[in-house]
T-cell receptor, first 110, second 113 residues
Framework: KQEVTQIPAALSVPEGENLVLNCSFT??????LQWFRQDPGKGLTSLLL?????REQTSGRLNASLDKSSGRSTLYIAASQPGDSATYLC?????????FGTGTRLQVFP | DAGVTQSPTHLIKTRGQQVTLRCSPK?????VSWYQQALGQGPQFIFQ???????QRGNFPDRFSGHQFPNYSSELNVNALWLGDSALYLC????????????FGPGTRLTVL
């Protein structure tokens, strides 16, 4: 059974810091891995999608890497801003359904 | 281009009641998935509908049922509500054969008293 774990559970940092969020999964037979952002009480916004054959994806200040063999992904946020405050969820897709971690709650203060 | 829409936004029910939540997929999408997100947790897959049939199901009891209409919109029904059903219910749509990209709606917040 696929299990997804995210650490840390919460993070509070001053503006401008570079951040690393971690995601691990137990079954390496995945189609892809996605990182989502969720604002309080809202739906999910997809940030980055990494196919199983890829090693990383970049979008603006965000970079996500995938090491399928070790069951790990990392989301790197450069030069964090208060507007980045949200919960970040990773999810793996191994049979057309997404299995989510419990998220990292990020607060960036001015 | 309308994204995924869900109704209602919020709902309050009492234990034992039944509830129906609705989802309209993004234009051009034919597959709808439903997720339950309890407070402080990640979303959990309930089931997925394609061509008006349930294609996959997660580990949820039969109290949870669904339907997909010819226009691809979908309903989630929950019978015999109990306190533990209180959650944010998310709908996601995608295109069959390209479920890499699932677009999520804003969710319906269900509170069971």
């Amino acid at each position: 059974k696929q299990e997804v774990t995210q650490i840390p559970a919460a993070l509070s940092v001053p503006e401008g810091e570079n951040l690393v969020l971690n995601c691990s999964f137990t079954d390496s037979a995945i189609y892809n891995l996605q990182w989502f952002r969720q604002d309080p009480g809202k739906g999910l916004t997809s940030l980055l999608l990494i196919q199983s054959s890829q090693r990383e994806q970049t979008s603006g200040r965000l970079n996500a890497s995938l090491d399928k063999s070790s069951g790990r992904s990392t989301l790197y946020i450069a030069a964090s801003q208060p507007g980045d405050s949200a919960t970040y969820l990773c999810a793996v897709d191994n049979t057309d359904k997404l299995i989510f971690g419990t998220g990292t709650r990020l607060q960036v203060f001015p | 281009d309308a994204g995924v829409t869900q109704s209602p936004t919020h709902l309050i029910k009492t234990r034992g009641q039944q509830v129906t939540l609705r989802c309209s997929p993004k234009s051009g999408h034919d597959t709808v998935s439903w997720y339950q997100q309890a407070l402080g947790q990640g979303p959990q897959f309930i089931f997925q509908y394609y061509e008006e049939e349930e294609r996959q199901r997660g580990n949820f009891p039969d109290r949870f049922s669904g339907h997909q209409f010819p226009n691809y919109s979908s309903e989630l029904n929950v019978n015999a509500l109990w306190l533990g059903d209180s959650a944010l219910y998310l709908c996601a749509s995608s295109l069959a054969g390209n479920t890499d990209t699932q677009y999520f709606g804003p969710g319906t917040r269900l509170t069971v008293l």
